[in-house]
């Protein structure tokens, strides 16, 4: 098959598919055995979002999409980030279910939204026979009553589908002709089959189980960007390729953040002719998703240390260690988030937000926010 990789491709990725598997073992250790892994893998869920838009060449603010989650948007919710925020929940979904389950007949089905359709089509024909068998029972209460209306109701569909057909035949409807620029022929394309480019793609997933996880999952995101199964949910394949790495078990501390990384590769790279360029650009993309992680994780870590010393003589029913919990858990909080999820007054948060002493980001007097840089 095209997407196999010969000897001499392997020979050529050996190094870097070293430095990826050593990147992700020691970040999948690390995170395994921090205090504040339930908060990094919470935050990493922020920047894949933003860097999947990223890569897809839109610009969505981190402080916008933390605010969005919430429901606390300070403006209208553009396009651009109502698709991260669904990036978000979806890393949430993934992250939240079985190892297996992403990459499943049913974990795809609900990410893509293709074939639920069909799977539900027999259980509602059941439902709607057993219904009209209820109706139908000598002993059913308004029976009778029910089927006249029923009566009712297919006389009217017959006589508006006879009006209709007698109003078609007098005056043929207008079609509208094939343009080449059509930008709506794309919504329409009866060629693109998606539940058969996605068929195509799963077959990789045979392939990229006889390699290394990280050399897999490159050959799988490769697949994913060549066959390009889904026209609008584009961005889900660096969430599945996060999966597998999970479903193999490189990462299982967290959802691996593909995007986090692959945005700061050069789109020459990433999306070269050449496919052994390709590979190599996400190896890259691993190698410096892990590094940023190693980083991300440092910070979070001195910064815990930091909040721990200001409340470690408080009363014992102090709200501060909740509030460092949540901090950790954001790349960054507004008064009014801290406020509802301590349950406090507004003053009550800021007052929290001065104790614990971190940084104020914003610069502002109003609509501020706080978080770990």
Known sequence: MKHEIDTTSVM???????????????????????????????????????????????????????????????????????????????????????????????????????????????ELKSAYRDDDNDDHEPDAPLATELAEIDAVLERSSRLLDDLARGVREAKPEPT????ADDRLALLNDEDWDEAARLREWRSVIAIADALPPTLGAAVLFDAWEQIEPLRRQNWLGGLLVSGYLRQRGKITSHLF??????????HERRRSRQRLIRLQSFLEAMVESADLGLK??????????????????????SSLPDLAQFVLSRPMVSSAMVARELKVSGRGALNLLNDIGIREITGRGRYRAWGII
């Open 296 to 317: 991300e994780m440092d910070r979070l870590s001195l910064a815990q240390q930091q909040m721990q010393m200001r409340f470690k003589d408080r009363r014992s029913n």
């Open 12 to 122: 050529t990725l050996l190094p870097l598919f070293v430095r990826a598997e050593d990147a992700l073992a020691r970040l999948d250790e690390r995170a395994l055995r921090s205090s504040i892994a339930d908060g990094f893998s919470e935050r990493r869920h922020f920047f894949d979002a933003v860097g999947a838009l990223w890569v897809a060449g839109e610009l969505v603010h981190l402080e916008d999409l933390v605010l969005h989650d919430a429901h606390m948007d300070a403006r209208t919710p553009s396009h651009e980030l109502t698709i991260a925020h669904a990036v978000l929940r979806a890393r949430r979904r993934i992250w939240t279910s079985d190892p297996y389950w992403a990459l499943s007949e049913t974990g795809m089905t609900v990410l893509t939204g293709i074939g639920g359709e069909q799977q539900r089509a027999p």
């Open 257 to 266: 953040s593909f995007f986090a990384g692959l945005k700061t590769v050069r």
């Open 176 to 179: 509208r002709p094939e343009r």
